[in-house]
């Protein structure tokens, strides 16, 4: 295969059933046989350059949060994680 064909196919995917009911996926191993994991990831990446940042998180990310019902973590910063063991430290 080869990456300028993939541009036709998502169009159609993402055409078909909009950004916020797709979502970055892999056939690996077997996409390594036509090129490396990163080359593949690159297609898809570049090709949804051209869509909004909220179309692209769902597409990297958030749709399979949501599918799969999962919270997205909150940061923690070690600041808060310093502060967060001062606060559960018993006191004697």
Known sequence: WHKDEFAKLLD?????????????????????LAADYRTTLQIVENHCAALSATEQASIFGQTCLDFYNVAKP???FLSER?????DSTPTP
């Open 82 to 86: 310093a502060t967060q063991n001062q």
């Open 12 to 32: 159609v995917v993402i055409a078909a059933f909009g950004p916020s009911r797709c979502m970055i996926g892999s056939d690996w191993p077997v996409c390594t």
């Open 74 to 76: 909150a940061p923690v």
